[in-house]
């Protein structure tokens, strides 16, 4: 610990993300990262705008890139926010929205990254328990429950669980908590689930956020979004202006805009990570493995009879890589991302492998 750090800084637990090893002929099932390239169009798009222009600042407002989003999910520019990464967009939200006089209430099992925001920022907070089955009960976020009347943040599907919110579920909680926002982190939404963002015509508390990271395969360009009412967006805007005015460079603009209007490749590839995801599941199933049900681009599974850090371990020295989580609850699943047809089959022969 440095002498020169703050008190805030020395407190910190960092977020730890995914490991990304550089060796070669891996097979990388750990980060959720999407196992197709991004659509043609993004590519050529970027190199389109690799000219005398990248000496002139981006547009500050990103507002090509926020009609477009707006088109896509019938909302307004105005109530569209831009930001590097969804992280990002998650942290303003935290700082601008969720830093309340209540505890803000998230899950036991979740997303990481949210304790890190909360002793980041000085946010008090409460996690509310899954379910036995590892389910988020809509009925834990009513006033009713006893759980506090603080905003909440919930990820939609869950991460790392998988398991997904039905849209009538996300209502009830939002319109039981008319006098605090609510956000719905739907970085794996179009895997399967059904998006929130229908519900922001009706309730001004709601901020949906997603990311071009996992369904539209550009985890390396680093460009998230959130969609609300005029006046969360303009409570974002507050915070990022406060700092850096600038939210994504021309490059990204230009490739975030490009992957947002092919429909047509976004489509085809959720449907063929989809198709994986259900194979894989069902050769889990086969090898006695308990896998929670997925809307995700990862399945998270479980082995009644063998220890999941050994499996890890096993794996890895076969040349694959997934996660392992020594938390509490969940030390013995093991998720694993969806990569290609190939990639699953030789997940699937290498337990196999362990197995015999």
Not at 6 to 33: C, D, H, M
Not at 139 to 164: E, F, M, Q, S, V
Not at 189 to 204: C, Q, T
Not at 329 to 351: K, M, N, Y
Request: hydrophobic fraction near 45%; include cysteine.
């Amino acid at each position: 610990m440095s002498r020169f750090w703050s008190p805030v800084v020395a407190g910190l637990s960092p977020y730890v993300p995914g490991e990304q090893p550089k060796l070669r002929n891996l097979i990388k099932l750990n980060t959720n990262e999407n196992p197709y390239g991004p659509s043609p169009k993004v590519l050529d798009a970027i190199r389109a705008a690799c000219d005398d222009s990248l000496r002139l600042y981006p547009d500050p407002g990103a507002d090509l890139l926020r009609q477009a989003i707006g088109k896509r999910y019938a909302v307004e520019p105005a109530q569209v926010f831009v930001g590097n990464g969804s992280d990002e967009v998650l942290a303003l939200a935290f700082q601008a929205l969720l830093n309340q006089s209540e505890p803000l209430r998230y899950p036991d099992i979740t997303y990481s990254f949210y304790p890190v925001y909360c002793g980041l920022y000085g946010i008090r907070h409460q996690t509310v328990a899954l379910t036995e089955d590892f389910r988020i009960d809509p009925a834990d976020y009513l006033p009713t429950a006893g759980k506090g009347a603080g905003p909440i943040i919930l990820p939609n599907p869950n991460a790392p669980t998988g398991r997904p919110l039905a849209l009538d579920d996300i209502e009830r909680i939002v319109a039981a908590n008319p006098d605090v926002v609510v956000v719905v982190d739907e970085a794996y939404i179009d895997f399967g689930g059904e998006s929130a963002v229908s519900l922001i015509a009706r309730y001004d508390n709601l901020l949906v956020v997603q990311t071009l990271s996992k369904s539209r395969s550009l985890a390396g360009l680093r460009v998230g979004y959130a969609m609300g009412s005029k006046a969360l967006i303009d409570g974002l805007d507050r915070v990022k202006n406060s700092f850096n005015s600038y939210p994504i460079d021309r490059l990204a603009a230009a490739g975030a805009l490009a992957a947002i209007e092919d429909e047509a490749y976004f489509q085809q590839t959720c449907a063929a990570v989809v198709r994986t995801r259900d194979a894989l599941t069902a050769n889990l199933h086969a090898l006695g493995f308990e896998v929670l049900p997925s809307a995700a681009n990862f399945v998270f599974a479980r082995h009644p009879a063998r220890d999941a850090a050994q499996m890890a371990a096993a794996l890895r020295e076969e040349g694959i890589i997934v996660r392992h989580f020594r938390h509490a609850r969940i030390d013995q699943f093991l998720r694993i991302s969806v990569g290609t047809d190939a990639e699953c089959d030789s997940l699937v022969h290498a337990l196999k492998g362990i197995f015999a």
